[in-house]
């Protein structure tokens, strides 16, 4: 069973059991809701059912069945979440999962020369950013756009962009 990160528990949050996470994924809404099960990682992982979910500043805050002490959850401190594959959603064609992207070859149109793979997304206010890294390079910022992006291709792990032109 593949596991997918969706985010982090980086503290607890009072002492009736509840921690802070840091959500990496796109459906927060969907994957943060009472009744839904998740894995902490860890060297044994641990299955969760989720108890209570309420936001609170730039984190989310979940409580788990039978895990409703601060003293049953400060071990999963800097751990991440997951949900299994099963649990994915089905994606509309030109939507795409981040576990999808990252890794990708990074084709530049222009020349057809390789830019680097993307490392990470960064997620921003006006659109998600790729992160592309090559040895020797400094990292390359694309943001996700059509323009910028024209095509990506999970079969042969590709993705073609436009290069912005520099100011």
Request: charged fraction near 25%; hydrophobic fraction near 40%; charge should be negative.
């Amino acid at each position: 069973m593949a596991l997918y990160k969706v985010g982090s528990i980086v503290n607890t949050h009072g002492i009736r059991g509840e921690v802070r996470v840091i959500a990496t994924t796109d459906f927060p809404e969907e994957r943060f809701v009472k009744g839904k099960e998740l894995v902490i990682d860890g060297k044994t992982p641990t299955k969760v059912t989720i108890a209570t979910v309420r936001p609170h500043k730039q984190f989310i805050l979940l409580s788990f069945v039978d895990l409703q002490n601060i003293n049953l959850v400060e071990q999963f401190k800097g751990h991440d979440l997951q949900v299994a594959d099963a649990d994915l959603q089905e994606l509309d064609d030109d939507e795409y999962y981040y576990h999808d992207i990252v890794g990708l070859t990074v084709i530049n149109n222009e020349d057809n020369s390789e830019l680097g793979s993307v490392k990470e997304i960064l997620q921003l206010p006006a659109n998600d950013v790729w992160v592309v890294g090559s040895k020797g390079k400094d990292d390359l910022y694309l943001p996700f756009t059509e323009q910028v992006v024209t095509e990506i291709d999970l079969e042969a792990k590709t993705a073609h962009v436009n290069l912005l032109e520099e100011v």
